[in-house]
């Protein structure tokens, strides 16, 4: 019974240790948005890409919904890939494990912004 004590006490302390070190990347990835820079790397293949840095403040401070397309591309060049009513902008390697990041612009039939997001592959 010992033992199982341990072990699930381990395993809770691993676990917040874990949460606390995506905490720490995830802050620690937070940057001012640039979007002459974030424009330089369409089509970048850099695993660190500056990109990801840049998305907190993207969302919170230059996207919103109902933008048209337009003013996104004014403001953030055009996207490495679309996807049927979606275009995609690169982030590189995540930090969060052998996957890769991205931030997609879902539009409207209007060409205007209807959610934003970052996912994985």
Request: proline fraction near 3%; charge should be positive; hydrophobic fraction near 35%.
């Amino acid at each position: 019974m010992g033992g199982t004590r341990r072990g699930l006490w381990l395993g809770v302390a691993l676990a917040l240790l874990a949460g606390l070190g995506v905490y720490l990347v995830s802050t620690s990835q937070k940057g001012a948005f640039d979007a002459e820079q974030w424009k330089a790397q369409r089509g970048s293949t850099a695993r660190q890409n500056p990109r990801v840095g840049m998305v907190v403040e993207l969302q919170e401070k230059h996207l919103r919904k109902g933008m048209s397309r337009e003013e996104v591309q004014k403001l953030l060049g055009e996207p490495d890939q679309r996807r049927n009513t979606s275009e995609v902008y690169e982030l590189g390697a995540s930090p969060f494990g052998p996957s890769y990041e991205y931030f997609v612009i879902d539009y409207d039939g209007a060409g205007k912004v209807t959610q934003f997001r970052v996912t994985r592959s």
